[in-house]
């Protein structure tokens, strides 16, 4: 059973625009979340967080947005660069040792 | 800074071969130690996780085993591997207390499960 989805396999984005990148989670106790950039043949690499207690983190181009109620986290991209060009992961934790991820979105930004 | 290695890089085998996957962190100390598979088209899926020296979950059940026979070392064992078993495999380390919780990945394993 996927605890947490990634309902858009892939997204095209103009460089300039930003990119929105979504995620779904079913389990309430849930209480950290993150994001994960991937590039073919490597190890996904951190690239932000956020507790639950939170509903905003940013860092740079970079903001995480979570809905409880919803249960419903997005990451926006602003402005989108080529090399910003990846698959994203979001994951999931409750323990801080178990990490669920989705099943990942190819972005391509679009020079 | 801390680092983590896997080898081999890619592999291929036959079915119903044995597998041995290893994984070492450098510059840490007691880390908490994971499996994943990405298997085609798909998501990451973890397959164990370590707390400690001897101490493995597993998250599905499978012909796959893990061991950590050192604290910063961990291994993926196929007794006989399965046309199912190809995949990325990836091992990630997390700190503990301090850590803003973000798993650390190494650069993985391609398996190719002939």
């Known amino acids: 059973d996927q605890q947490v989805k990634q309902n858009s396999p892939s997204l095209s984005v103009q460089e300039g625009r930003i990119s929105i990148l979504n995620c779904d989670y079913t389990?309430?106790?849930?209480?950290?979340f993150l994001w994960y950039k991937k590039y073919p043949a490597e190890g996904p690499t951190f690239l932000i967080s956020?507790?639950?207690?939170?509903d905003k983190n940013e860092d740079g181009r970079f903001t995480v947005f979570l809905n409880k109620s919803a249960k419903h986290l997005s990451l926006h991209i602003v402005p989108s660069q080529p090399g910003d060009s990846a698959v994203y992961f979001c994951?999931?934790?409750?323990?801080?040792?178990?990490?669920?991820f989705g099943t990942g979105t190819s972005l391509t930004v679009i020079p | 800074s801390q680092t983590i290695h896997q080898w081999p890089a890619t592999l291929v085998q036959p079915v119903g071969s044995p597998l041995s996957l290893e994984c070492t962190v450098e510059?840490?100390?007691?880390?908490?130690l994971y499996w994943y598979r990405q298997a085609a088209g798909r998501g990451l899926q973890l397959l164990f996780y370590?707390?400690?020296?001897?101490?493995i979950s597993s998250e599905v059940p499978q012909n796959l085993s893990a061991s950590r026979p050192q604290d910063r070392q961990f291994i993926l064992s196929s007794k006989k591997l399965l046309l199912s078993d190809s995949g990325f495999y990836l091992c990630?380390?997390?700190?503990?207390?301090?850590?803003?919780?973000?798993?650390?990945f190494g650069p993985g394993t391609r398996l190719t499960v002939l």
């Open positions: 389990n309430s106790m849930f209480d950290y």
């Open positions: 510059g840490t100390s007691n880390p908490n």
């Open positions: 956020i507790s639950s207690i939170k």
């Open positions: 990630a380390w997390r700190g503990l207390a301090g850590q803003r919780g973000e798993q650390f």
């Open positions: 994951a999931a934790s409750n323990t801080g040792n178990q990490f669920y």
């Open positions: 370590s707390v400690g020296i001897g101490q």
